[in-house]
């Protein structure tokens, strides 16, 4: 009869809450509608009639009594805020007293275990910082272990009855554009190389993209242009073998896909970050610093690859900072049954001689100046940046092998979604984002800084 009763009660236990502060509102809801469409029953006060069912008033007994988890959005706003702290410490002693890890959170904001409460700081977060898409896909791999109940059917269809039924949202088609490119042409073969001196591995790093075997052998479309001691082992057709030596083969080519467009960049004139692993515009690169591209209805029009913002770092002083445009590039060889790459947009920030800010100021600051964008600002960057890449044209070749070029296009994939927002009805004004003179309100990061030294 108790295991009867216990496993009623796990049964009853089918909700996700999300436990955020408002200032994370935005991504809430996008997590909550992402979620649901996977199947899932979410709580989330942003939409509280998602599920069909009303947002419970007794939240302590919801979380105790119907939740599977509690999936809590850390920032720097919640990690102090009264209802996000008590939701935490609930869910915290429920997992201890039913030994299981109950919570699950997500770190928005790159926290270190010094930024949060002893609780939580030696808790495994899922990171959010760089990508909600890396995140969600790193916290669906996680429900799945913990077999979280879900029912994917049911869950489109109650999102897709949520969005229509909004005020803002009419039965008006649109296109909707996405960050993910495709690569129009792949070398067929992958070719294994033994390289004698291991030495020169390192010398041809930035020049060669290939992908790392063992201590003498890789792999890469083609041979070295620099003229070393090199014997190929074999060449084979990657698309006819899921793997080699236990490496898949699609690792491999995205791999090498994505040296090829990293050195592509840094060859037309972008610059290396200090630490190696980013690449962005540098001052004076482009005319005027501005990337000048056609705009979905053709016309030209065009944005800053560098600008600058004043911040306000004290009582009456400022600091002006240069921000630079960086593409973060995450090739995909076969998630859309065709090569593509995704391309994110990261700004890279230095001081007024050019040297660049250490990662955690970077950061905030990126997040000053992008927290005005709207997606008709985001979009126009990421295709500025997808124009520079393929030198403005619809296709653009950008290696040439034995066994066939790495062709790339300059349209991203598109869609059409049978519903769209009702601008007219939108009273937000628009941030003018010319403005180079904006102070931003920043003694926060000046307090976190010296907490940091």
Known sequence: MQELIQSRAETDQDHLFISYASENGILAEWLTLRLTAEGYKVWCDRTKLLGGESYPLDIDKAIKESTFRVIALLSRESVNKPNPVKERTLALNIGRERKIDFLIPLNLDNLSPTELDWMTSDLTFIPFHQSWAEGLNRLLKKLAQIQTPRNPVQGRETVSKWVTSQESVISKSERLWSNVVPITEVPSHIRRYYVYNEDDIDYVRSKWPFFYQNDHEVWAFGPPEDKIPVIERESLDWNEFESVDGIKTSDIVSSLLSQ????????????????????????NLLPK???????YDGKAVYVKA?????FRVAPGVTEKSTYHLS???????????????????????TDDQGVEYARGKSHRRRRKLARTWWNYQWLSRITALISWITNGQSEWSILSTEHGKITISGVPITTISPVRIDEEHLTQILPDEEDETEILDDLSEQIEEEEEQ
């Open 327 to 349: 593409p973060d590039i995450v090739t995909l060889p076969r998630r859309f049954h065709k090569p593509c790459y995704q391309i994110n947009l990261r700004i890279m920030w």
């Open 306 to 310: 560098v600008g600058e913002r004043t």
């Open 289 to 295: 610093n501005k990337l000048t591209f056609k705009r």
């Open 260 to 283: 090829v467009l990293f050195q592509h960049c840094l060859k037309n004139g972008m610059k290396l970050s200090s630490d190696g692993r980013d690449v962005y515009f540098p001052d």
